[in-house]
């Protein structure tokens, strides 16, 4: 395995440890560590167990940045006591986190029992097992995210009950928080399926893409990393918390709240045509 990589393990105040990446300069879970963040934001504040067990047929989770697999591997860990059916999509243009995960698996700590598993998945993009009462197939869409979502392809792709977005943060990797890319996934989503996206960030910008996108859009559980996060859902019932008028006047007044229109950052005010379709969102005329 090669040793020329732009993934470090980094070891955080808490002991665990993260990788990191010289390349954007940010650490992948940069405080609680990967299992315990990903158990906060996805497998407990979307009840996946549950949700898991309650469906009949194939539970779809699109894994967007699947870096060094700490977030599948914890679902993994989470629904292994329950039968089902479990399909796997994961996105990443590079192999190269998987690699140093691999690599570090003994002080990441989270690779238990899975190394042959992830193994596989590197080299020949898919696998499938057993999983303790469930049955798995994982595959990797190798490439560039926003392309891939844009392809035909991604038309026949499996609808998600679940997306894990773990991209970098919108300062570092902008081209995966733009609204075209938002819209095509929510698009994308089969409306008769409930899905649910956490994502760590909380930021108006964000907050504002998702409600533009079409998606309903609430607050999420603090996770140790972050006091509070975002939850978002092609259905309303699964938003528990949703954002109300306090919100919106606090994004009316935010210095950074119009969405990415193309993959380069920057921050700016709503602009007009934003302000209205926002408020026009069932969310808010509902309220
Ligand atoms: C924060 S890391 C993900 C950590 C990962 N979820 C885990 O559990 O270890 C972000 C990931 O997004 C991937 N990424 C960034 N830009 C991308 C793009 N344009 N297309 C596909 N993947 C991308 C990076 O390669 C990286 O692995």
């Not at 292994?80 to 479990?86: P, Y």
Request: hydrophobic letters at 40%.
């Amino acid at each position: 395995m090669s040793l020329e990589t732009d993934y470090h393990l980094v070891q955080l105040a808490n002991g665990a440890f993260s990788l990191h990446s010289t390349a954007h300069k940010e650490t992948f879970h940069p405080v609680i560590g990967p299992s315990a963040e990903a158990q906060a934001l996805y497998v407990e504040q979307l009840e996946l167990p549950r949700r898991f067990s309650e469906t009949p047929g194939e539970f779809v989770v699109w894994d967007v940045g699947l870096g060094a697999a700490a977030n599948v591997l914890t679902v993994l860990k989470a629904l292994r006591n329950h039968a089902g059916n479990l399909t796997i999509l994961s996105f990443d243009h590079s192999l190269q986190p998987l690699e140093a995960g691999i690599m570090y698996a003994k002080e990441l700590g989270y690779f238990d029992g899975f190394e042959t598993t992830t193994t596989t998945l590197l080299k020949a993009g898919k696998v499938e097992f057993t999983n303790g009462l469930s049955t798995v197939s994982w595959k990797l869409h190798l490439g560039d995210f926003p392309t891939l979502l844009h392809s035909d392809k991604a038309e026949t792709w499996p609808k998600p009950h679940a997306i894990l977005f773990d991209a970098f943060s919108p300062a570092k990797n902008a081209a995966m928080w733009t609204l075209p890319l938002f819209q095509r996934l929510y698009n994308l989503l089969d409306p008769d399926r409930a899905c649910a996206m956490p994502t760590y960030s909380r930021s108006t910008l964000l907050r504002v893409t998702l409600l533009l996108a079409g998606f309903w859009v609430g607050t999420g559980h603090a996770t140790g990393e972050k006091e509070e996060t975002t939850v978002a859902s092609n259905q309303t019932r699964l938003i528990k918390s949703p954002l109300g008028s306090a919100w919106l006047k606090r994004a009316n007044n935010s210095t950074s709240a119009e969405p990415l229109h193309q993959a380069h950052y920057r921050q700016s005010p709503l602009s007009e045509s934003s302000r209205q379709q926002l408020l026009i969102h069932p969310q808010f005329s509902l309220t």
